[in-house]
């Protein structure tokens, strides 16, 4: 019984001992992760052949990234705290983003199709609740993909001195105003100008979890669209077939639709602005999507890469992978719900 407690004493303290680490070297951990990354980016090509060895090895990095981050952010901020239920929310929608490949592949290796079929429906309806959630009782006015985004770690380095600065001041969660402690106003170099922002990474946390009240009734409507469009497409799916263009025609034209109504808004944050950004880049990945892919830009795309290869010095290297791993890539990540 000794061993056992001893044991687990001593997985505690290496807990605790890799948390301290990871806040201490931010860098150090931003290069092992993206060294884990390029592993995986090389070995899931190898790995073909067994593509549930591939998804698991392309969505350990990110589940790392994501561990990671929630230890600098309660090491450093952990007076920023998101409500409970919103900050548990987005942890998880962007674990299902990391790994809902993962799943479906295991699914499919377990039940066949129609497991397949039957978990991409589960998870997409828990990720439409989850985000639905955020929107109407948490008052997002826009969802990021992933949630919880990667943590800035070059600009929370060149924002230290910032920290040494919110020692002698603090921000009102409400209004965002800096108010200079009583500590600090004992300083022999006290001046009566009002104190810096702590930092400019504790603002855009601030900025991010600020409650917005006036929701405007067309930036909801562009959301809710966008995130029901998962379901509305798998639901015409299961009734026209994956052959079929009513279920690629009704996303695109759901997506633009959102698109358009978002266009009209310009009280946009920066980071609401990245993300309408992102939504519109998605739109290039039709072409790569079934039935489009299949009838239009299929031949196409393997007649540029071959061309490439040919033309230009080195380029074989990278568009002869590309090509043989197309097929693979369009089959599992290419659909109107991932994006």
């Known amino acids: 019984m000794a061993s056992s407690k001893d044991v687990k004493k001593t997985l505690v303290q290496w807990c605790e001992d890799y948390k301290r680490w990871i806040a201490k070297n931010p860098n150090l951990v931003s290069d092992i992760e993206s060294t884990v990354k390029y592993v995986s980016f090389f070995t899931a090509g190898r790995l073909n052949s067994s593509t549930l060895a591939s998804e698991f090895v392309y969505s350990l990095p990110n589940l790392m990234v994501l561990f990671n981050d929630q230890i600098i952010r309660a090491s450093r901020y952990s007076e ?10 987005k942890i998880w929608l962007t674990v299902i983003d990391y ?36 929107v109407f009782r948490y008052k997002e006015r826009i969802t990021q993909t992933p949630a919880v985004p990667p943590l800035n770690r070059e600009k929370l380095n060149n924002n230290n001195d910032g920290m040494q600065a919110s020692k002698d001041a603090f ?8 108010i200079r402690t009583v500590r600090s106003s004992a300083s022999q170099t006290r001046t009566w100008a009002p104190p810096a922002s702590t930092s400019t990474v504790e603002s855009e946390e601030l900025e991010n979890n600020v409650t917005i009240e006036s929701l405007k009734k067309s930036l909801l409507i562009a959301e ?13 799916l299961s009734l026209s077939g994956p052959k079929n263009w009513n279920p690629w025609l009704l996303s695109f034209l759901i997506d633009l639709t959102s698109l ?13 602005r990245e993300e309408i950004c992102r939504r519109r880049i998605g739109l290039l990945l039709y072409i790569l999507r079934s039935p489009f892919y299949d009838n239009c830009s299929r031949m196409r795309i393997y007649h540029m890469l071959e061309f490439v290869s040919r033309s230009i010095p080195l380029a074989k290297l990278i568009a002869e992978p590309i090509a043989r791993y197309l097929p693979h890539w369009q089959n599992t990540y290419f659909y109107m719900w991932s994006s």
């Open 99 to 134: 790994t809902e490949a993962l799943f479906e592949v295991s699914a499919k290796k377990l039940w066949g199709e129609a497991g397949r079929w039957f978990i991409i429906s589960l998870i997409q309806l828990l990720k439409v609740v989850m985000r639905l959630i955020l």
């Open 80 to 89: 920023l705290k998101l409500p409970s239920l919103q900050s548990k929310l």
């Open 260 to 272: 358009k109504l978002f266009s009209k808004e310009t009280s946009l944050t920066g980071e609401e």
């Open 171 to 178: 921000s009102l969660k409400r209004s965002g105003k800096v």
């Open 224 to 236: 809710t669209i966008h995130i029901l469009k998962p379901l509305v497409h798998l639901g015409c």
